[in-house]
Antibody, heavy 124, light 105 residues
Framework: QVQLQESGPGLVKPSETLSLTCTVS??????????WSWVRQPAGKGLEWIGR???????NYVPSLRSRLTLSVDTSKNQFSLKLDSVTAADTAVYYC????????????????WGQGTMVSVSS | IQMTQSPSSVSASVGDRVTLTCQAS??????VAWYQQRPGKAPDLLIH???SLQTGVPSRFSGSGSGTEFTLTISSLHPEDFATYYC?????????FGQGTRLEI
């Protein structure tokens, strides 16, 4: 059974860097046609995809965060990570890591495994 | 690509049949998934590839559509189905979600 677990500080000061790590268990981050994403959700609002990375380190980012966002992967630890620079209150949200399963034959790209989410508040 | 869900909220009763709609601002083929999210929980995948039922999801859930119009149907509501539902497209980056439909008793 594949499980994802987010970890990182729950409180970050404005203008500082938000750093989160997602640890994958039950499967190798290097196996299969999987992509590893971050999705965030401000309180009471909808889901926002932030970006994704594959086992080789290839990334895609949402344009609105591209200048501040860095995703990385550590296959030896079976982890992938997020760093978001110069945070503001607008970055306060629950951050989820998620696995995307990709099947070009069925036209399917969907997040089939999610972490439980971690609340990050940006405040001084 | 903007995904617009309608209605934003709907009230229904146990046993009712409910259809939720998602419209894409441009064609996305069948690269659409649907999720259920209960309060305080991560989303759960229901449908992928617009109409394929995720393993373990009850058969009362079904999805259809292609191009710009998609629907999620729950054939007979169970008490645990009252939640918020999101559609998501992956035809092109950035991946985007609809704003959600809240299904209330």
């Amino acid at each position: 059974q594949v499980q994802l677990q987010e970890s990182g500080p729950g409180l970050v000061k404005p203008s500082e860097t938000l750093s989160l790590t997602c640890t994958v268990s039950g499967a190798s981050i290097s196996s299969g046609t999987f992509y590893w994403s971050w999705v965030r959700q401000p309180a009471g609002k909808g889901l926002e995809w932030i970006g994704r990375i594959d086992f080789s380190g290839s990334t895609n980012y949402v344009p609105s965060l591209r200048s501040r966002l860095t995703l990385s992967v550590d296959t030896s630890k079976n982890q992938f990570s997020l760093k978001l620079d110069s945070v503001t209150a607008a970055d306060t949200a629950v951050y989820y890591c998620a696995r995307a399963d990709y099947d070009i034959l069925t036209g399917s790209y969907a997040f089939d495994v999610w972490g439980q989410g971690t609340m990050v508040s940006v405040s001084s | 690509i903007q995904m617009t869900q309608s209605p934003s909220s709907v009230s229904a009763s146990v046993g009712d049949r409910v259809t939720l709609t998602c419209q894409a601002s441009q064609g996305v083929g069948k690269w659409v998934a649907w999720y259920q999210q209960r309060p305080g929980k991560a989303p759960d995948l229901l449908i992928h590839g617009a109409s394929s039922l995720q393993t373990g999801v009850p058969s009362r859930f079904s999805g259809s559509g292609s191009g710009t119009e998609f629907t999620l149907t729950i054939s007979s509501l169970h008490p645990e189905d009252f939640a918020t539902y999101y559609c998501q497209q992956a035809n092109s980056f950035p991946i985007t979600f609809g704003q959600g439909t809240r299904l209330e008793i």
